[in-house]
């Protein structure tokens, strides 16, 4: 004799399913989104934009992304770079900031790539983030990150205000 179950277990089940479907999901996408391959096959631009409607899709932030003048080739390794600096502001705005929305602006430039990632979170003081062992960690190997592309990485925040990172990037 087969058992019925009530109603609000069929629809707890189904609801536990969904939810796995969807952690299953944002896992492959999670995973396609470290594989080296595909942020080149997309480029930059596009690789930053898929980041953030992922993160806006989880309900974590608001993710916009601008682009202005006409989008250039960068080699692999910096386009790799500069995305693991966008998703390491990402984080940063998730785990510390308290932000609700986050724009990624991309200005290309004849000779050299801004990319600016600015967020509408608590903002901190960065020479006491900065100057911790541990903390600021995050910030420093942003920092560390631009300068292996040729270029810098510039962190502005003050308390109230959120906090914009500007990488300055050549091209060649």
Known sequence: MSKTLPLSTEETLS??????ARAIRELRNLSRS?????????????????EGQRITRA?????????EGSERDITEDKQLILFRIIQECLQNCVKHAGATSVNIGFTWYPDQLRVRVRDDGKGFDPEVTLRGAARGLGLQNIRNRARLTGGSGIISSKPGEGTTVTVMMPYE
């Open 15 to 20: 609801s536990a399913r969904e939810n796995v």
């Open 34 to 50: 470290l594989h080296t391959g595909h942020i080149s096959a997309l480029g930059i631009r596009q690789a930053a934009e898929e």
């Open 59 to 67: 309900g974590l932030l608001l993710v916009s992304v601008t682009s």
